[in-house]
């Protein structure tokens, strides 16, 4: 699986930017695909993630820093997640990475498959 992600840019504190990840693949729909952020200094953190749970049905998953202003999605016939990011602060400011991976939920070492990150930097 490879994963590109883009969207990424400079926005001022307040603002929302939304992050795409296409994925190569044929059975992209069957993978939990997450969202990660690295900032300066620190850890690669969990941001979100939706997981296939069968069927049609998938669950999201969020870091309590973006509940309520991040939403992910994604879609299958284009093998692609978003991540809408809305409210941005400056402590949103990160290269933001998106993953892959069978069973993966929020532990970054869960997933197999990584895109090569875009930057989003939130100004005050």
């Known amino acids: 699986v490879q994963l590109q992600a883009s969207g990424g840019g400079l926005v001022q504190a307040g603002g929302s930017l939304r992050l795409a990840c296409a994925a190569s693949?044929?059975?992209?729909?069957?993978?939990?695909m997450g969202w990660f952020r690295q900032a300066p200094g620190k850890e690669r953190a969990f941001v979100a993630a939706t997981r296939w749970s069968g069927g049609s049905v998938y669950y999201a998953d969020y870091a309590d820093s973006v509940k309520g202003r991040f939403t992910i999605s994604r879609d299958n016939a284009k093998n692609s997640v978003y991540l809408q990011m809305e409210s941005l602060t400056p402590e949103d400011t990160a290269v933001y990475y998106c993953?892959?991976?069978?069973?993966?939920?929020?532990?970054?070492?869960?997933?197999?498959?990584w895109g090569q990150g875009t930057q989003v930097t939130v100004s005050s």
């Open positions: 693949g044929r059975t992209f729909s069957r993978y939990t």
């Open positions: 993953a892959a991976a069978f069973g993966g939920s929020v532990i970054a070492s869960e997933y197999d498959y």
